[in-house]
């Protein structure tokens, strides 16, 4: 037990601060888009599960299918194949990026408006276009290496460079909305311009062999290596857009009650999303160690090492969810000063709190089950949560108003720790 705590905690520390940094500069970004106004905030509430499902996708789910794939190819003894997967890996990150930058690039206004409405998309669509338009490949490239890296074993490495991006995010951002004056889309240009800065710098650490081997790029593409990362990476970015998709719904079901209740709604889920990096700190190094020892075939170690790390992310997750339930209003307050906005989110923090330690429970076993390679039970329970918190929105918020909402995804976030939890065990991950 200690070992496998020893082993974690070694891995998952670097992660944990590039997290935290994370953390610190989205909740910056938060408080910066809510000074612009309650419009702005409303139009960045609209963004937000977009520019998450982003985050979430390169760097956690197809992130995590790299970092699997490579984890266990190593742990098999494959290096050849470990090197020649970097080129794909790359390509597939092009591709990713595309899918989000032509879309809500070309036509964020009417993509947005049919989520949020028509005044919070016109706040929202300037800021879009940069943010994606120009952001979302070097996003998808610095984190895809990045994962090449923790692939490695080489947490440290990747999480120097991500550090400095994240450490740099919060100053510029606020240069260009207030001190230039460029409002909203300045946190696009200062997203853009950090995440390029990153993904060049990760580029010259991994061609230089940082991840333990020097990169295959003089291959040809090959449907097996492609495939290796794609198993676990197309069923997690589908786990990550079934979430973001859930998120995105229920806005679309409070925007009936007002962009108030939009932006309140936009300061709880944006909580629930700083539950993802935190978890990712230690689901991280789940997805290398339990990646390692499946390669060497050693299946009751992985799922040793899968509950040590899903009980540490509980306590942690179960804290922070404590912290805001005890005091939501305190939260709401560090975000905007629109008395209505306070009350709503406070409201909804009180509720939604409490689930945050099953949450955080099941995204590190969602992070181990990505080094082993079974997705199944992961996938039926974001669909569980899906269905609770859409569903059981439709079905409560009628009846109790604003609460029944907020219960549902409350009951969602916890149907889904119960769930991925479960599947970690010898009748299924053998």
Known sequence: MKRRLSAILALAAPTALVSLLQVAGQLFETWLAARQGTAALAGWAVVLPF???LQMMSVGAMGGGVAAAIARALGAGRREEAAALVLHAVLIAIAAAACFAVPLALAPQAILGAIGGAEAAAAAAPYAAWLFGAGALPAWLANTLGSV???????????????????????????????????LPGLGMAYAAVFWAAALAMGVVVLRGGAGF???????PQGAMFARILSVGLVACGLALVANLTTMLVTAQLATRGAAAVAAYGISARLEFLMIPLAFGIGSALTALVGRAVGAGDWAEARRIAWTGGA???VLAA????????????????FTDDAEVVAIAARALMIIGPAYGAFGLGMAMYFA??????????????????????????????????????????????AYGVLTAAAVRPGVWR
């Open 149 to 183: 890296l923790r692939g490695g074993g080489r947490h440290a490495l990747a999480a120097r460079v991500l550090a400095a991006a994240w450490a740099a995010y919060p100053p510029l951002a606020w240069l260009l909305v207030e001190g230039i004056g460029l409002g």
């Open 51 to 53: 520019a998450l499902l």
């Open 319 to 334: 804290a922070c969810g404590a912290t805001v339930a005890l005091f939501p209003e305190t939260f709401a307050r560090a």
């Open 214 to 220: 020097a990169p295959q790029l003089r291959i040809a």
């Open 369 to 414: 089950a990505q080094g082993a390679g079974r997705m199944r039970w992961p996938m039926a329970a974001a669909l569980s949560r899906f269905t609770l918190a859409v569903g059981g929105g439709a079905l409560l918020g009628p009846m109790f108003g604003l609460e029944g909402h907020f219960a549902a995804v409350a009951l969602g976030l916890a």
């Open 312 to 314: 540490l992310a509980f």
